[in-house]
Every structure is written in structure tokens, then in C-alpha cells.
């Protein structure tokens, strides 16, 4: 590999990296401060992380206060939860555990921050090399960065989930491939990489393919120039999953097919994908001396890989959320933003649609720009594979956006460099607009501050402050404040509206039949179909449940989904919901005051 960085690619990492860090810090400092999380998710990495340094199993990945008293076993990678721990179990007998997890709340994303935009200024310098505007495409790199929101608040101060991970081992990932021509090592990166993020979480998954269908493009066009990196991807790959499968696998474990983490077969998948690598890279000459030899050899062995993989696995063919079929109605995925597809955001809030895809849009657009001139070169068709693997799955669902815009970055870069070194050497209004309109197209904070002013344009000014109102009482709902009333409460089992799990098990030793994870879908359910069924209905589903209390939030959008969505049969203003919101509530539900709290809480009588 080359050496990390000049001195003007060093300038633009740090001036990027800290404007990114000043704007989180302005937007999400204080609610780290006080441990207020937007995200469920990193509230719940949160309980994992105190579950860990309390005395939990390394390999004990049950949620124990989740629907008890089975639990749920979560499906994150342990690594990142002991990577956090370690820290704060440092500083906890010097300064206590409640500061140290503050502290590391700011440290940890941050310097994943750091890491990211080092990786995002290399790999647009790259790309900007190829028209002599590496110093240029390093910079603006290094500023869309620091402006693409969608990306850069998945590091923001508070954000111990999983996904800024993801972000930096895609990509390095990217730089690995750019990389592996001219220096075969690149491969090693590249592999161990991909085999990371596999084992880190699903979301990995789609990445892997587009590393290896690109790594092996590249081999099918040019195999003297791409073979040695190719077979060392291959090694990287294997041996990184190996190694991540013993750490974070119980033996017993082992055998068991799981289709969300780490587990057999993620394990088979990069055993036979880096076999496949490897293969490739050491036939004889005289197997690969014509494309067409090449195609074929390719394509027999993958037909035949994937056709051994789901002989072995055929669990896994309906993906990772296969276990959502309880939820017939789509209840619980419908209520899950970020799981909606680009269509169903369209027909919801068309507004949106430029806040979270007009980066990638516009990234899109400027890689067809760059590849029509460089279409003979592999650093825009690496970069290009990892941009549509993260605008499928944008596509597909909008959590997607994170990757899409992230990859799109490198030819945003590109493009604003370019135009504006035309401008520069021949100064004229055209090109002036089109450098301005360029640079606003490749910042993802342009494109929302445009949703934004267009949501204002179009939503009629009633409707408008009425769901601002509705916002606001939402988001009251999961404050820190609204939670410390119930440590007062005796512990118990809640029936719980889902978005309120995570923080229960942060501020409160209660345990919880709800939270927004698929493997809980069966407990979520429960919840579900007791709020949206008549008090007398509910009371059997409630009473043959663990719950001893009933949990809502009355300004919570879920309050208003299940009175909506009532069971077969029941009027809306007659749901269990409906009525707990507007205060009634049946004899065999009992109100437990909670003072200065906008939640409701009630005592199951049996």
C-alpha cells in the first residue's frame, strides 16, 4: 500500500474531520450529555455494553430483561460492545461509570469520525487523480463528507450502534480494490475488510458482493494485472471469517444456521466466496488465456457454490427477516421508518425523497460524468459497485441512504473539482452556475435544506404545525426525563409500545416485552395485538403474557397506528389504545401515578 497520506491529503482529513466533529458536537452534544438517544438501537448497544461489564458471557448474546424469561438473543457482533466496554471499565474507578460512558459517547464515534474521513479524502484523491485533481478532489472530498448528513450522524456523539463500522470497513474495502493493481497487498485490505463486515452484521452482505463481483470483473478484463490481489482478497476473506466466526461463536453454537449474524453460514458464504478468489487467481494459463475461458471458469464455479450453499443452508433463502411472517399485517415492519422501500417514501412524503436519496442521485450522475471519460480505468467501476449496492438497498428500504450517499462522495468530489478548475481557466457565468450548482448538488445537507423549504411550499400551514405538534409530543416521549419516574415503580415485567423498550432498559431495572428488533417480532406481537383489541379481548391476550404493567406514551405515534389498525371487528375509539389514550382505562388495569412524565403506566390486575 502507498503511504498514507501527503501533506495537503493530511489538511483536508483534518479540516474535514473537524468540521464534521463541530457540527455534531452543536447538534448532538447536549443529548449525549444526558444519554438522550434518537436511536433505539444505540440505546440498546448501551444495555449490552453495562450487561458486559457487569459480568455477561462473552458469548452470552441473550438480552435477559427482553420478553422474558426466555430473553432474546440479539444478533450485533460482541466486538464493538467489548471495543466500547473496554474504555469506560478503564475510567470507571477513576471517575465512575455513569461519566465514563458519557466520555466515551463523544470519543468513540468520533474517532471512528476521524478514521472515515481519512479513508473518504483517500479515496477521492484517487479518483480525482485521474484528471490531475488529486489536491482538489481531496479537499471537496473531505468537505461533501463533513456535510453528508445521512452519513455523518451515523458518528455522531451517542452512536454506539453498529453502522459507522460498516461505513469505514466499506470503505476501505473501496481503497483496498483501487489499490490492489498497482500493489497486490491492496487485496489483503480489501479482503480482511469485507470479511469484517460480514461478520460485524448482515448489512455487510451486500458489500461482499460487490467487492467480489468487481474484484472479479477486473480478474475476467485484465487477469495478469488483477490475479495476485485477487487470489490474496481471497485468502483475506477466508481467514478474516475463520477467525471472527471462533471469536464471537459459541462452539455449541457452531452448527446452528443463522442468517443475521455471525454463524455457519455467513462462515460458508466467505469460506466458499475466497475458495472461489483463490481458485480464479491460480489457474493455468491455459485455462484463462481467452475471455471466454475466463467467463466460463467464473461462472461454473460460482453456479456451483451457491448451489452448495443452499444445500447447506436452505434457511437462509428468505434472508434475515424471514422470521417476520408472524407479522401477517404488517404492523410491526410498516412502523419501522427507516424499513420502508424508495416507492412507499414516495407515496408518504415525496419531499423526503430529497433529503435521503439526492446525494446518491447526483453521485450517480457524476460517476456516468467520470466513467464516460476514465471507462478504461477500475478505480470508477470499484467505486460505481459499491454505489449501486447501496442505492439496491435504498431502494429496497431507505436505510439504504448511509451507504449510497457515502459512496457517492468520491465523484461528487470529482465533479466540483472538475468544474471548477474549468471555471478557473476560462472564467465565464456558464460555468460559474454550473460550478455553483454542482457543489450544492453533491452536499446531502443542500438536498434536505431543499425538502425542507419544499415540505414548507407544499404542506398546508395547519397541517404543518399540527405535525410539528405531534413531533414534539413524540419526541418528548423518550427523553431521559420521562423515564426517571418509573425507577421509583417496582420492578416488574411492561408491556411495553415497542419504541419505548430500549430506553426502559436504560433508566430502569424493569424488564420489557417490546422493542424494534425482528428476532422479537413474537413478544412485539403480543403488544401489538392487545393494544388494537377491546379492553375485554385484551385483558385475555395481557393476563397470559409475563406483563405486570402496561406502558404507554399517549403522544407516541404508535398510540394513534393501533387505535387505527384496530383487530377484527373492534371500532377504533374502542381500542385498548384509543381509550388509554384519552384516559379511560378498563377495572382490571389499575394507573400507577408517574409525576413529571408524559408516560402512562398501569398495573395489571389478575
Known amino acids: ?110 474517532l471512528l469520525l476521524a478514521v472515515f474521513l481519512m479513508l473518504v479524502v483517500r479515496v477521492s484523491g484517487e479518483i480525482g487523480a485521474r484528471d490531475g485533481l488529486r489536491r482538489e478532489a481531496q479537499w471537496t472530498g473531505a468537505i461533501i463528507a463533513a456535510l453528508a448528513f445521512p452519513v455523518v450522524e451515523k458518528f455522531a456523539p451517542g452512536s454506539f450502534d453498529h453502522h459507522n463500522v460498516e461505513l469505514i470497513l466499506g470503505m476501505l474495502a473501496v481503497l483496498g480494490l483501487i489499490k490492489m493493481r498497482d500493489d497486490p497487498r491492496g487485496g489483503w485490505w480489501a479482503g480482511a475488510a469485507l470479511g469484517l463486515a460480514v461478520a460485524t452484521a448482515a448489512e455487510g452482505v ?89 467467463v466460463g471458469s467464473a461462472v461454473g464455479l460460482g453456479c456451483v457454490c451457491i448451489a452448495v450453499l443452499g444445500w447447506l443452508f436452505p434457511e437462509c433463502a428468505g434472508g434475515s427477516y424471514s422470521v417476520l411472517d408472524l407479522d401477517v399485517e404488517n404492523l410491526w415492519i410498516s412502523q419501522i421508518s427507516e424499513a420502508r422501500s424508495l416507492v412507499a417514501l414516495w407515496a408518504d412524503d415525496p419531499t423526503m425523497i430529497l433529503t435521503t436519496a439526492g446525494a446518491a442521485f447526483a453521485g450517480l450522475v457524476a460517476a456516468g460524468m467520470f466513467l464516460r471519460r476514465h471507462w478504461r480505468e477500475a478505480d470508477g467501476w470499484i467505486v ?43 472564467a465565464s457565468a456558464i460555468r460559474a452556475l454550473t460550478f455553483a450548482g454542482v457543489a450544492a448538488s453533491s452536499a446531502a445537507a443542500a438536498w434536505a435544506s431543499a425538502g425542507e423549504a419544499l415540505q414548507t411550499r407544499l404542506t398546508p400551514p395547519a397541517m404543518l404545525a399540527s405535525y410539528e405538534a405531534r413531533l414534539s409530543g413524540a419526541e418528548s416521549c423518550d427523553t431521559p426525563e420521562a423515564f426517571k419516574a418509573l425507577r421509583a415503580v417496582r420492578p416488574g415485567v411492561m408491556l411495553n409500545q415497542f419504541s419505548l423498550g430500549a430506553d426502559v432498559l436504560v433508566w430502569t431495572d424493569h424488564k420489557i416485552l417490546a422493542a424494534p428488533y425482528h428476532r422479537n417480532i413474537l413478544s412485539t406481537m403480543t403488544m401489538m395485538n392487545a393494544l388494537r383489541s377491546a379492553p375485554d379481548e385484551a385483558r385475555s391476550i395481557i393476563v397470559e403474557s409475563p406483563a405486570d404493567y402496561v406502558l404507554i406514551c399517549p403522544a407516541a405515534p404508535e398510540t394513534a397506528f393501533y387505535a387505527g389498525h384496530p383487530a377484527r371487528g373492534v371500532a377504533r375509539d374502542a381500542t385498548l389504545s384509543a381509550k388509554l389514550a384519552k384516559g379511560e382505562h378498563p377495572g382490571w388495569l389499575k394507573p400507577v401515578p408517574l409525576e413529571n412524565s408524559p408516560l402512562k403506566l398501569y398495573r395489571v390486575v389478575r
Open 1 to 110: 500500500m502507498t503511504p498514507a497520506f501527503n501533506g495537503n491529503g493530511r489538511n483536508a482529513w483534518i479540516v474535514g474531520w473537524a468540521l464534521a466533529a463541530l457540527i455534531l458536537l452543536a447538534t448532538s452534544g447536549a443529548a449525549a450529555l444526558s444519554q438522550d438517544f434518537s436511536e433505539p438501537d444505540n440505546a440498546m448497544r448501551l444495555v449490552r455494553i453495562r450487561d458486559m461489564i457487569a459480568g455477561q458471557g462473552w458469548f452470552d448474546n441473550v438480552q435477559h430483561r427482553l420478553s422474558p424469561p426466555e430473553g432474546v438473543p440479539m444478533h450485533w457482533a460482541q466486538w464493538i460492545d467489548g471495543a466500547i466496554a473496554l474504555p469506560i471499565m478503564i475510567m470507571k474507578p477513576l471517575i465512575g461509570q455513569a461519566p465514563a460512558e458519557i466520555v466515551t459517547a463523544f470519543a468513540w464515534p468520533l
Open 206 to 294: 451486500p458489500m461482499l458482493v460487490a467487492g467480489l463481483l468487481v474484484a472479479g470483473m477486473l480478474w475476467l478484463l485484465r487477469p495478469s494485472e488483477f490475479a495476485k490481489g485477487l487470489g490474496r482478497l481471497g485468502v483475506a476473506l477466508a481467514a478474516s471469517l475463520v477467525v471472527m466466526f471462533a471469536v464471537l461463536v459459541a462452539p455449541s453454537e457452531w452448527l446452528r444456521p443463522v442468517c443475521d449474524a455471525m454463524g455457519a453460514p455467513f462462515l460458508g458464504l466467505g469460506l466458499v466466496a475466497g475458495g472461489v478468489a483463490v481458485t480464479l487467481a491460480r489457474l493455468p494459463a491455459a485455462i484463462t488465456s481467452t475471455l471466454a475461458r475466463r
Open 384 to 426: 460505481l459497485a459499491f454505489l449501486l449496492v447501496g442505492w439496491a438497498v435504498l431502494v429496497w428500504q431507505i436505510r439504504g441512504s448511509t451507504f449510497a450517499s457515502a459512496f457517492a462522495i468520491p465523484f461528487g468530489a470529482w465533479a466540483v473539482a472538475k468544474t471548477r478548475r474549468d471555471y478557473r481557466n476560462k
